[in-house]
């Protein structure tokens, strides 16, 4: 049997709807459909990585991009198990949440809701990347390494954020308390911004490769996702019933951009 001539981007997609399957079928194993955010970097770097095999991507830009998106990948995956393991097992609350709402439904609705909308969402968003692989024979342009330089900050700036966060968290001495020091004293969500960086920085890759003005679509649903739906909003809600200093806290830092705080 020969294996259908499909183009690369093609190829990613049946990547991830295969393995978000796979994945729904073990969450309904588990009970656990948390499962499925572990998924989130690993699956954005595969469909990069099928790209750049099956079309013999190389060069400086090429290089740059499967190093960047793989390290993402790699560091997000390691943060997200290690707050799984710190929470000592059980679902995520806001599957909790879906689960208890939808009751006997929710078997097959987790299927739409959850594993195959992010599916769509693991292939589509790293459009630039993609873009970039495929025209990785063009040549380099100022858009292109400003877009690394991008990509690198807001991945290095994400990273110190978390690890800022794991430690706070690790201390059971501030399970009431509000983490306001280092990066957190001037963003009250500075690893959401160093995410938000990295994409716009993925954008300019991207665009300065292939030109194509439509791929602003993903950096702005990045952006989008991170300010008003499983970003600030999420991570915000009831927060403050569970840490008594964090109204004061949001009256002085601001929410997503770094800025000194306001006394």
Request: hydrophobic content about 50%; proline content about 6%; some cysteine.
């Amino acid at each position: 049997m020969t294996v259908p001539h499909l183009p690369p981007p093609i190829w990613g997609l049946v990547f991830v709807l295969s393995t978000s399957l796979l994945l729904w079928l073990l969450s309904l194993r588990l009970k656990d459909a948390g499962i499925a955010d572990l998924f989130w970097g690993p699956g954005m770097a595969g469909v990069v990585d099928i790209t750049a095999w099956l079309g013999g991507a190389g060069g400086t830009r090429a290089s740059a991009v499967l190093l960047l998106v793989n390290l993402w990948a790699f560091r997000l995956v390691a943060h997200l198990l290690t707050r799984r393991l710190n929470a000592k097992g059980g679902e995520d609350r806001r599957y909790v949440t879906m689960r208890q709402h939808f009751g006997r439904n929710w078997w097959w609705l987790s299927l739409i809701q959850v594993f195959l909308l992010q599916a769509i969402l693991i292939w589509f968003i790293p459009a630039p990347l993609v873009a970039a692989l495929l025209y990785s024979h063009m040549p380099m342009g100022w858009a292109g390494y400003l877009g690394i330089g991008l990509a690198a900050a807001g991945l290095i700036f994400e990273t110190l954020a978390d690890s800022q966060l794991s430690a706070f968290r690790g201390d059971p001495g501030n399970r009431a308390r509000v983490l306001d020091r280092g990066l957190w004293a001037w963003s009250r969500h500075p690893n959401y911004f160093g995410e938000c960086v990295l994409w716009w920085g993925f954008f300019l890759i991207g665009y300065d490769a292939s030109h194509q003005i439509w791929l602003l679509l993903s950096p702005i649903l990045v952006t989008v996702l991170l300010l008003t739906v499983s970003g600030i909003n999420l991570a915000e809600e009831n927060i403050v019933s569970r840490r008594p200093g964090y109204a004061d806290y949001r009256r002085r830092v601001n929410a997503f951009v770094p800025r000194p705080p306001r006394r």
